[in-house]
């Protein structure tokens, strides 16, 4: 004879009559499940099994700083507690700059990323347990866009030092920074003033300005050369 209902209970407070039900369980734990069906006679029988809900992780994370064209790390704060032994298993992370290519995904638990342009940036970290339960956060990233340094070449002879100059457009932004090179890591080598005197030169040298702004960005660095003319030569008899 045909079976013509279904109850169930979910152990959880949570009940359904409908074939194949689907329900969310208010949380981790053992639910003893119980199906009743009756045919079309009358007659009921039942079942319970027990079914084990594992936990989700809590998914978050930090970050130290978000700068324009500079490495920015990302710490993962994904925890799970389960006495059953479920682990984290997976960590992806997106960070919502499309433009930065292959290097816009990582499935590092902490990972870094240099975003490509200022804005702000939704930032998808998704972690997955060892049971194979998924969950996701989105946080947004702002990149600030920093004000470029205006430079001032400076022309002299053979010989002599020249006077750079490097313009802030905003003091209470940030401070100026200069360097020998336009290298990434490279320390600065003088920090705070507009004006730069080189030592005798006898070649035309470039050197670099950057805006570092109260969040510790820094702009993309700005050259500035000084040029150097060669002397007339002389000579008499």
């Given at each position: 004879s045909p079976i013509t209902n279904w109850s169930w209970n979910f152990g959880s407070g949570q009940t359904s009559t409908q074939q194949n039900p689907t329900n969310l369980f208010p949380g981790p734990g053992l639910y003893n499940v119980t199906l009743t069906v009756i045919n079309a006679n009358g007659c009921t029988n039942s079942r319970t099994k027990t079914v084990i809900v594992f936990p989700n992780a809590v998914a978050d994370f930090t970050w130290d700083h978000s700068c324009w064209n500079t490495i920015t790390t990302f710490t993962s704060q994904a925890s799970l507690t389960d006495p059953?032994?479920?682990?984290?298993?997976?960590?992806?992370?997106?960070?919502?700059?499309?433009?930065?290519?292959?290097?816009?995904?990582?499935?590092?638990?902490?990972?870094?990323?240099?975003?490509?342009?200022?804005?702000?940036?939704?930032?998808?970290?998704?972690?997955?347990?060892?049971?194979?339960?998924?969950?996701?956060?989105?946080?947004?990233?702002?990149?600030?866009?920093?004000?470029?340094?205006?430079?001032?070449?400076?022309?002299?002879?053979?010989?002599?030092?020249?006077?750079?100059?490097?313009?802030?457009?905003?003091?209470?932004?940030?401070?100026?920074?200069?360097?020998?090179?336009?290298?990434?890591?490279?320390?600065?080598?003088?920090?705070?003033?507009?004006?730069?005197?080189?030592?005798?030169?006898?070649?035309?040298?470039?050197?670099?300005?950057?805006l570092r702004d109260i969040d510790g960005c820094l702009s993309p660095k700005v050259p500035v050369f000084a040029i150097v003319r060669g002397l007339p030569n002389v000579d008499f008899h």
């Open positions: 059953n032994g479920t682990t984290l298993d997976l960590h992806n992370w997106n960070f919502g700059d499309p433009a930065s290519g292959v290097n816009n995904t990582s499935t590092l638990v902490n990972p870094i990323h240099s975003f490509t342009q200022p804005g702000s940036y939704a930032v998808t970290l998704t972690v997955t347990t060892s049971r194979g339960c998924v969950t996701t956060i989105v946080i947004p990233v702002n990149v600030p866009q920093i004000t470029l340094p205006i430079t001032v070449n400076d022309t002299v002879c053979y010989g002599e030092q020249a006077t750079l100059y490097a313009g802030n457009p905003d003091p209470s932004l940030g401070t100026l920074e200069w360097f020998y090179s336009i290298d990434a890591t490279e320390d600065p080598f003088w920090v705070g003033n507009q004006y730069f005197t080189t030592p005798p030169l006898e070649a035309t040298t470039v050197y670099f300005v950057g």
